[in-house]
């Protein structure tokens, strides 16, 4: 075989391998009659026995609106099982579109955007042993549909709403557990509006608009209330309209936010930023772009990204990628400040083989002990009404 043709063959087979950079397998297929409810918009969350739970943002069995779902690992696969579905009736409210948080007694903290109230705003709610029960009634002036993911610090559960509060653009909210004493702090447009997002332990949180520019912000809780850090905006390369959480770090003793925005930057489909504190000038932030995004490598972040021991940061895109359904992609640190990108798996609904691959993922992912992904698309599946998906890298 001649030189040249030898190293063809090389090349073709780094690029089948850089394709298959991870195994997908589908946990659970949400049903055609939506008895199991669909949409699992927020991401999962593990217990201390190595389940995973998260929440069907809509149906359930006769005619519920949403569910909490547990998936416990067994021999060959994994059990589903309907921990709590939401009804009209349901003093806890309805329609969950939040990520959940499990204390270390096994207790179960969660959002639903709407409530059978006066006020329909949603709640918080937890799996109390007399059963579920609403923790706080958001009434409108302190808060009003929380899409994010909660927070569990020290007895307190903390989050935000996407809207409501002294101008209807939005809280950040704090409850304690015990006492059901709640506070909000509300937003005004140029400390930003509409947070999808959740408020990280630095104190700090995104917003999907408002802000200096009206695209989107980074904002952070003072002694004086919310306060407007960075603004994004179309013009620049980081983008604009974040909607996931920020992730903390400490990268050589300074502290560090990672994130992403769902638009533009450089390639006009989103990016992954880092903003890190000068330790000169603390609360003072440099961003910097770790990854824009163009489309075969994903498009629209639409959460916020996790990382490993070794700094690896992992993360969703709602769209793009081969079949325009989403990724999962990965992201290590190299030499001289440089970033690898790799995109692990694009999502596929025409793939059968793995179970039913999902479509549009718009949550963040958890990672176990031994390095395998889980999450959640929206839609997809044998059903088309979405995954629970498992990606072995």
Known sequence: MRPQIIFVCILLLTSVMGVRAATYQSLHNFAM????????????????AGNLYGVAAYDGADYTDGLVFKLSPSQGG??????????????????????????????????TSYSDDDWECGTVFESAPSGWVPLHTFTGPDGCVPQSNLRLSNGWLVGTTSGGGASGQGTVFFLDTLTATFYSYSFQKTEGTTPIGGFN???????????????????????????????????????????????????????????????????????????SENQQKP??????????????????PMAGLASDSRGNLYGTTSQG?????????????????????????????????????????RSSVVLDTAGNIYGTTEYGGWYRWGTVYEITP
């Open 201 to 275: 332990i630095f104190f700090y949180g995104a917003t999907l608009s408002g802000g200096g520019r009206g695209e989107g912000n980074v904002y952070r809780l003072g002694a004086h209330g919310l306060i407007n850090k960075f603004s994004f905006t179309s013009n620049r390369q980081a983008g604009y309209a974040p909607m996931g959480d920020l992730l903390t770090a400490y990268v050589n003793g300074a502290r560090t936010m990672y994130g992403t925005t769902s638009a533009g930057g450089k390639g006009g489909g989103g990016v992954v930023y880092r903003l």
């Open 33 to 48: 009659d939506g008895s199991d409810g669909t949409s699992p918009i927020a991401g999962l969350v593990f217990d201390q």
């Open 78 to 111: 994994w059990n589903y099982d309907i921990v709590h579905q939401f009804d009209f009736f349901d003093p806890v409210g309805q329609e969950p579109l939040g990520g959940l948080v499990i204390d270390d007694a096994g207790v179960i903290y969660g959002t």
């Open 321 to 361: 990628g081969e079949w325009d359904c989403g990724t999962v992609f990965k992201l290590s640190p190299k030499m001289n400040n440089r970033w690898k990108f790799t995109v692990l798996y694009s999502f596929n609904p025409y793939n059968q083989d793995s179970g039913g691959d999902g479509c549009s993922p």
């Open 283 to 300: 609360e003072h932030w440099q961003l910097n772009v770790l990854h824009s995004f163009s489309g075969e490598d994903g498009r629209s």
